[in-house]
DNA sequence: GTTGAGCGTT
C-alpha cells in the first residue's frame, strides 16, 4: 500500500525516517517519492491513511538511506510547495514501534532491553487525559479528532437511535443507503453497549427524583406532532373512514406511547 | 465535496 515492500516496512536497519508535515490529503507517495528521490536514496515512502476511509491523514513518512541525504532533504525540502501546500520536512521523531529515534535513524531499543518502563512518551498520545489543559489546542483545530469524531459519532448516533427506538418507529422508517457503514457502526454500538449498558443520565449523585428532561422539550414536540399529523382522527377522515373502526381503543395513543 | 495539528504500515 502506497509503499514498494506489499508486506510492511522494508527494511530500517540503517534507514533515516522523515516526516513530512502539512501535505495536502490528496498528496500521494508517489508523488512524494520522485520529489525526495531527486535529493538523495529513498528507500520507502508510506502515507499513514485512514483504515476506514482511505484518505491521506496530511502527512507521509520517507525513509533516506543516508542521513546526509536526508538531511539535505530536510532543508532543502522544508518549505517546498507540493500540490499548493507548504510541506514541513523534518526528521522522525518516533518509529512505527514507538522505537527511538535520533536524527532520523531508528535506535533499538527494546532489542537490548524489553522493559518498557522507562518513559518513552515524551508527548502525550492521549489527549483524553490532557483535554483540561489541552482543551485550548482544541479549540483551534477542529480536524484533529478523526479518531476521536469516530468515537463522538458512534456514541452519538448510538444512543439516539436507541432512544428513537424506544419513542417512535426506527426500523419502520426507510433505509438511507448507509450500506456496508452501518453494519460497522451498529457493530460497534453493541460493542460499547456491552460495557456501558444504559448510560443515558450521567448523574452520579443527582436528586432522587429523576428529571429526564430538564428543560422539558423532549415528549412536548413529538406529542405535537403526532397531534398534527392527525389533529381529529373522527372529523379527518379521508377515505372516509371512521377512526373508530380503526381504532377501537382511543387509550391505544396512550399505549403507545 | 469539507478538514490542517501531528509521528507510521505487514
Known sequence: MSHFGRSGPPDIRDTYSL????????????????????????????????????DSRGFAFVRYKYA???QKAVEKLDGRNVDGREIMVQFAKYGPNAERIHKGRI??????????????????????EYRDRDYRKRSRSRSRGRNDRD??????????????????????????????YDDERRSRSRSYGSASPARRSPSPRGSPSPRR?????????????????SPTPKSV????????????????????E
Do not use: W
Open 107 to 128: 535506535i533499538e531499543t527494546s532489542s537490548k532491553s524489553k522493559g518498557r518502563s522507562r518513559s518513552r512518551s515524551p508527548r502525550p498520545r492521549h489527549r483524553d
Open 213 to 229: 428532561t430538564p428543560p422539558s422539550r423532549e415528549e412536548s414536540p413529538v406529542g405535537r406532532k403526532r397531534n398534527e399529523r
Open 19 to 54: 516526516l513530512v508535515l502539512n501535505i495536502t490529503f490528496r498528496t500521494t507517495a508517489d508523488d512524494l517519492f520522485p520529489l525526495f528521490d531527486k535529493y538523495g536514496k529513498v528507500v520507502d515512502v508510506f502515507i499513514p491513511r485512514d483504515r476506514r476511509t482511505g
Open 151 to 180: 468515537r463522538y459519532r458512534g456514541k452519538e448516533r448510538d444512543s439516539r437511535r436507541r432512544s428513537r427506538s424506544r419513542s417512535a418507529s426506527p426500523d419502520h422508517h426507510k433505509d438511507r443507503g448507509r450500506g456496508r
Open 237 to 256: 377522515s379521508p377515505r372516509g373512514r371512521p377512526a373508530d373502526s380503526r381504532s377501537p381503543s382511543p387509550h391505544n395513543s396512550d399505549a403507545d
Open 68 to 70: 546526509d541525504e536526508a
